[in-house]
Every structure is written in C-alpha cells, then in structure tokens.
C-alpha cells in the first residue's frame, strides 16, 4: 500500500532553536495535514493543505504542500518546551475510485531541553 | 462540548478474552474510524464508518469487529484478544460526507490495551 517517510524520527533540540521535519511519499497527494500528540493524549489537527505550493501558517508553525505533491515540510520556530510531543504528517492520495482514507507517518517524536 | 469519548482508558486482558472498545461522539459526525498506534508504525487505520449502518475495513481489520447502529456511537469488538493487539487504539470522527471531509479528524485520549 501507500506509506509515508517521515524524517526524522528523533529530535532533541534546545529551547529557542528552529525545527524542520517533511514527509515524503512515492505517490501524488491531493491533500497534507501535520497532527501534534501530547503525551497520553490523542492526535490534534494542527494545519491543513490543499494545493501544491501551498504554504500555511499557524503561529510560530508553518507548513508547506511541496510543489511535486509528493512531499510536505513542517516548521517550528522559537521552540518552547510545550512544543514537546510527536508530529504525524497524514495525507489523502490522489485516488480513482473508492473511498478516500488518510494515510499517517510514522512521526517526528520532538523532545525541547529548557 | 466533550468531542471524542473513548472508554475505557487503561485495559489489561488475558489472550483469549473479548472485549469492547466504546466511542461517542457529540458532534454529529457522519465519519467515524478507529486506529491503532504503534512504536515506529505511526496510525494505522482498522475500520471506518461513513454513516449509521455503514462501515468498512482499514489497512489493519484483523481479529476486529465494528458496528455503527447511530451516528453517535462506534465500538469496536476483539472477539478473541491476541498479544499481537496490545497496542493503543484511538477513534477518530470527522464532520460531512466524502472523501473531501473526512481528513480533518477529532481524537480520543485512547485506550491503552495489553493482552497477556
């Protein structure tokens, strides 16, 4: 089936440093979504993309539907010690037929020392 | 507004057991799913429900029942529990009808499952 390659796994970085992460498929995406789980607490939407090129913003996050629609990047500025959790890259595949289910990565784990 | 309900939290069971997984929803949501995460796996999708009396399987269906008899509720049944299903299980719901809707997805806290 389709997967998604999210990199990297692991980040420990320190408070205040900048983070990037991107998910990466073989196959064309209609649609990109990052999701952010708290620890003990289920996946939240955190930003959504619908078109190539797209570039999205949510706070001090901002997301990007890469141009070949087979990628996505997300990045975090001025990482706080809140930011701590596991970002999920899901997309829904350019798909003929059928009903259209979304397909997670396998997550960016983010630890921020204070 | 409670959102996603998911009982119970925590559940140990012996390898043969069955039991079922409850999940409400209040927001009148046609999409309902239920996941299961894993370490290094990420989500993966076990059954869906596109409506009341409509559901079908995901990527992992495998030793799971489901049931959407109304729009507010979808449990998920392990007839006969396997180590292999501890695991934890998130259900998921989303608001419309079509494909167009359904990536937008409301999350339990989980249930945390072990099977001995």
């Known amino acids: 089936g389709q997967q998604l390659n999210q990199s990297p796994q692991s980040m420990f970085i320190q408070e205040g440093e900048d983070v990037s992460m991107n998910c990466t498929s073989s196959?064309?995406?209609?649609?990109w979504l990052w999701y952010k789980q708290d620890p003990g607490e289920g996946p939240v939407l955190l930003i959504a993309?619908?078109?190539?090129?797209e570039l999205t913003s949510n706070g001090r996050l901002t997301a990007q539907f890469g141009i070949t629609r087979k990628d996505s990047f997300l990045n975090i500025s001025a990482s706080i010690p809140s930011d701590v959790g596991i970002y999920f890259c899901?997309?829904?595949?350019?798909?003929?037929?059928?009903?259209?289910?979304?397909?997670f990565g396998a997550g960016t784990r983010l630890a921020v020392h204070p | 507004n409670a959102g996603v309900t998911q009982t119970p939290k925590f559940q140990v069971l012996k390898t043969g057991q069955s039991m079922t997984l409850q999940c409400a929803q209040d927001?009148?949501?046609?999409?309902m799913s239920w996941y299961r995460q894993d370490p290094g796996m990420g989500l993966r999708l076990i059954h869906y429900?596109?409506?009341?009396?409509?559901?079908d399987q995901g990527e992992v269906p495998n030793g799971y029942n489901v049931s959407r008899s109304t729009t507010e509720d979808f449990p998920l049944r392990l007839l006969s529990a396997a180590p292999s299903q501890t695991s934890v299980y998130f259900c998921?719901?989303?608001?419309?009808?079509?494909?167009?809707?359904?990536?937008?997805?409301?999350f339990g806290s989980g249930t945390q499952l072990s099977v001995l």
């Open positions: 998921a719901s989303s608001g419309g009808q079509g494909a167009a809707t359904n990536e937008k997805l409301f």
């Open positions: 196959s064309i995406f209609n649609t």
């Open positions: 993309l619908y078109k190539a090129g």
């Open positions: 899901a997309g829904l595949p350019r798909l003929w037929g059928g009903y259209n289910k979304l397909i």
């Open positions: 927001m009148n949501h046609e999409y």
């Open positions: 429900s596109v409506g009341a009396g409509i559901t």
